[in-house]
């Protein structure tokens, strides 16, 4: 559905907002807007990477900004999906699926509407646009840091199954974070040199640098955020298998000490006459002397540090 957006005052530019691309919104913006079928694909695409094109035909800049989305039941980790900005003339077309309507829902209030209105031209506003779409991503990275911090407090503890799926989930969505960001700020490095470039006043260059500062800041969050995270992963997956090792030495320890009543009991447990023992009170000394045997090799073991 193609909706023009309304300011509270008068501007210079309009914004077209186009949610879950329709194939009759595609005719509009081809009869209306003389969009070109490449610039329709572009759009259509919801696994189009981060990038600038220009199309001579229609002077249209179209960018592509990928933005973070949060875990669902269906995809219980963080993941990145782009919105597509067309700027046309004075008029800024944004398309967004049901996944990343929240970025837009944000300007449904009047005091953004407000801030919004106050850009000089249309690049301005698209520069407040990316500022604002950047900022999600540190959103999303100290949510990550919170979860990761709860299961931080759980390492002296006892961490199960269900903890180390959280932090693999943890460990993905930094994945998908990291590389959207990192193509996010290629695409913005770009426009320095790119058409676009010579639509940029004073103010939509300083909007751009703002932008730049906030990614690039988002950028170096995921980056420390992942280190921490992997710090954490490989320090759990070491007191998980020393844990294991410590069980598999008190098993064998005991193993061993429970051989002796076995050899014991089965060699004075044969039906046929043996040494030295005849009378009823044997079973005493041999359970004396296998405890004292089983004592003595406990102490050896702890002393040679076995356990």
Do not use: C
Not at 6 to 23: A, H, M, Q
């Amino acid at each position: 559905m193609i909706k023009r957006q309304k300011f509270p005052v008068d501007t210079t530019y309009n914004w077209y907002d186009i949610s879950n691309l329709s194939e009759e919104d595609s005719n509009v913006l081809q009869e209306e807007f003389n969009f070109t079928p490449d610039i329709i694909s572009y759009i259509s695409d919801r696994h189009e990477r981060p990038h600038y094109d220009y199309d001579p035909y229609t002077q249209s800049h179209l960018l592509v900004y990928d933005v973070p989305i949060w875990p669902t039941p269906s995809i219980k980790h963080f993941t990145a999906n782009p919105v597509t900005f067309l700027v046309q003339g004075n008029n800024l077309f944004t398309f967004h699926t049901e996944l990343t309507n929240y970025v837009f829902e944000e300007f449904d209030d009047e005091r953004m509407r407000e801030k919004l209105s106050q850009a000089q031209d249309v690049t301005e506003l698209l520069m407040l646009f990316l500022l604002y779409s950047s900022q999600y991503f540190q959103r999303a990275v100290t949510q990550l840091n919170i979860e990761r911090n709860g299961l931080d407090s759980k390492l002296s503890d006892n961490i199960d199954n269900k903890d180390l799926v959280e932090l693999s989930n943890i460990e993905k969505g930094l994945v998908y974070l990291s590389s959207s960001i990192q193509t996010d700020l290629l695409m913005l490095h770009s426009l320095n040199k790119s058409q676009l470039n010579n639509k940029f006043t004073t103010r939509s260059l300083e909007r751009l640098d703002d932008v730049l500062i906030e990614s690039n800041q988002s950028a170096q969050m995921v980056r420390i955020s992942s280190q921490v995270t992997k710090t954490l992963s490989t320090t759990s997956n070491n007191m998980m298998n020393n844990n294991l090792n410590d069980t598999m030495k008190f098993l064998t320890v005991w193993s061993i000490l429970l051989t002796i009543p076995t050899i014991m009991t089965g060699f004075y447990g044969m039906n046929v006459s043996l040494p030295i023992f005849g009378h009823n009170f044997d079973w005493i000394v041999i359970a004396i002397i296998t405890v004292s045997i089983m004592a003595w090799l406990a102490y050896y073991m702890k002393k040679h540090h076995f356990f």
